[in-house]
Structure formats: structure tokens, C-alpha cells
């Protein structure tokens, strides 16, 4: 990434960190509302924080805070619980590059997340990350939206899901190249 500077090209520096969460949540929270209809409240970060069986990232750009992942860590698999990144950020492989790095960093479990039905954009990204379609979740949003789950495993090859076919139809992918 470059960012240009008067008459000069910079480069641009991302950095991932560990979540430090008294210093964080107010970038988070910022964030979380720019860039969802119906964003996590307070409440939910700081329950998340409290609990031990998780990993939160944040995604630093130039040092300013531009998104984050969360994780809940499990002895079979990782499952991605939120993750998010500033709209104006949006498209430049930052969401990427924190869904990979939880990919190669999972030691060989699989890795896990639930998007929206009706979030095509999500959705496409995760099966260009080599993620599939594992489960369909009627209702399972607080606004009765389905969901689908979805799984990264590093040991199969990866498939794409068609949901205009029958649920469990799948297309290989060649393997994705992620660059930032």
C-alpha cells in the first residue's frame, strides 16, 4: 500500500497488536457503529474481554486503529466471533489480512465464522479466503436473519458454495493468493 504525501509516496505501515482494551474500546466502538447497522454495545466487548478463552487483534494503520478481530479459541477449532473494519478503510486487504493471519496462526484447527445470509460481500470474501459452507442457521441473528457458518481448514482443499444450488454443492477454488 502507498499513501501519498505532498509530492511524495509513503509507504503505508499495517501493524497488528494485541486488543488493550481500556485504550482500544473507544476506537472500537467507533468503528463498530461506523460500520454496522446493528453494532456491538459496550457491553458485549467488555463481556468478551472478561472471558479467557479468546484472542483480539486490532488492525493499526499509520498507528491510528482502523479495525479488529475477535476470536473465541477452542481445543478443536478457532471460531472468528466478530470482526470488522472501519468503512473508509474498507476494500484495501486490511479485513483480509486479519482473517489470514488467524488462519496461519490457528496451528492447523480449523477456523470458523458466521456471516449474514444477506451479506454477499462478507460471504464472497471468506470463500476467496478458501473458507466453505458448512452450516445454514435458520433465525439465528436478534433480528431473525439466517446465518451461515463457514470453515477454514488448512488440511482440505478449497471449495466455493453456490447457495443458488442445494445447500452442500460446491465448485473447487484454487487456492487464494492474499495481497496487501
Not at 453494532?39 to 478463552?53: G, T, Y
Not at 473508509?88 to 458466521?114: K, M
Amino acid at each position: 500500500m502507498q499513501k501519498n504525501i505532498g509530492n511524495k509516496t509513503a509507504p503505508v505501515r499495517l501493524r497488528f497488536r494485541p486488543v488493550r482494551w481500556q485504550r482500544d474500546l473507544t476506537a472500537m466502538m467507533y468503528i463498530e457503529r461506523a460500520g454496522f447497522a446493528r453494532p456491538w454495545d459496550r457491553e458485549k466487548f467488555l463481556l468478551f474481554s472478561l472471558r479467557a478463552d479468546v484472542q483480539a487483534v486490532i488492525a493499526e494503520l499509520d498507528g491510528v486503529v482502523v479495525g479488529y478481530i475477535l476470536c473465541e479459541l477452542y481445543d478443536d477449532r478457532v471460531h472468528v466471533a466478530h470482526v470488522a473494519v472501519h468503512p473508509a478503510h474498507q476494500s484495501q486487504g486490511i479485513g483480509s489480512a486479519l482473517i489470514q493471519s488467524t488462519c496461519d496462526s490457528s496451528v492447523g484447527r480449523p477456523v470458523t465464522l458466521n456471516a449474514r445470509v444477506s451479506n454477499m460481500r462478507a460471504r464472497e470474501l471468506y470463500e476467496h479466503l478458501g473458507f466453505t459452507l458448512v452450516q445454514f442457521k435458520p433465525a439465528h441473528y436478534d433480528d431473525g436473519e439466517a446465518a451461515v457458518v463457514m470453515r477454514y481448514a488448512p488440511w482440505q482443499p478449497r471449495l466455493i458454495s453456490d447457495l443458488s444450488a442445494p445447500l452442500g454443492t460446491n465448485s473447487l477454488l484454487p487456492s487464494a493468493v492474499l495481497t496487501s
